[in-house]
T-cell receptor, first 115, second 113 residues
């Protein structure tokens, strides 16, 4: 079984550039979550979707961050313009909510470095 | 709101030692409880879970029991190996909070040969 797939695994960019992170959830899962992990703040939930609809984006730090889920098998997290303080590891996770399926499965993460 | 408090690290052990990581929680509903493990340079992997009081989750020699009376979910392993070196996260998921995961701060465990 393919797990959650994220790309790219590593991204190095310069301040001011646009960054797009991609996620493919596990087939059949209907919830998708984007997290950010830093040493200072630990794991933070940025946004999550149920059935492709954004439910809670209160964790998105600024308007520079946006996320979309155009279909059940694909989501993007975009940062425009990027800043050095956005450097972190970004994780995507998916789950099959309902029927007791509340376990989230995480992708390998994208390590973002903004110079 | 929901919250998880776990034992601060780092924890350093010798191989074959006994490991305990304490975790307590606060929740308004009836949460499911999880332990995730993050190996260096990797994402979080589900280690074990328990969905109701007195359930015991187990995997790879690790165990944790859902204790409603003490609101705890302590992780234990009887004999650790060097390969168990990782960061361990306690978490809860509550239907009343839309199944969002609330994480503890993580405990770094290093096992020395």
């Amino acid at each position: 079984d393919a797990g959650v797939i994220q790309s790219p695994r590593h991204e190095v960019t310069e301040m001011g550039q646009e960054v797009t992170l991609r996620c493919k959830p596990i087939s059949g899962h209907n919830s998708l979550f984007w997290y950010r992990q830093t040493m200072m703040r630990g794991l933070e939930l940025l946004i999550y979707f149920n059935n492709n609809v954004p439910i809670d984006d209160s964790g998105m730090p600024e308007d520079r961050f946006s996320a979309k889920m155009p279909n059940a098998s694909f989501s993007t997290l975009k940062i425009q313009p990027s800043e050095p303080r956005d450097s972190a590891v970004y994780f995507c996770a998916s789950s099959a909510v309902g029927g007791g399926g509340d376990t989230q499965y995480f992708g390998p993460g994208t390590r973002l470095t903004v110079l | 709101g929901d919250s998880v408090t776990q034992m601060e690290g780092p924890v350093t052990l010798s191989e074959e030692a006994f490991l305990t990581i304490n975790c307590t929680y606060t929740a308004t509903g009836y949460p499911s409880l999880f332990w995730y493990v993050q190996y260096p340079g990797e994402g979080l992997q589900l280690l074990l879970k328990a969905t109701k009081a007195d359930d015991k989750g187990s995997n790879k020699g690790f165990e944790a029991t859902y204790r409603k009376e003490t609101t705890s979910f302590h992780l234990e392993k009887g004999s650790v190996q060097v390969s168990d070196s990782a960061v361990y996260f306690c978490a809860l998921s509550d239907r009343s909070n839309d199944y969002k995961l609330s994480f503890g701060a993580g405990t770094t465990v290093t096992v020395r040969a």
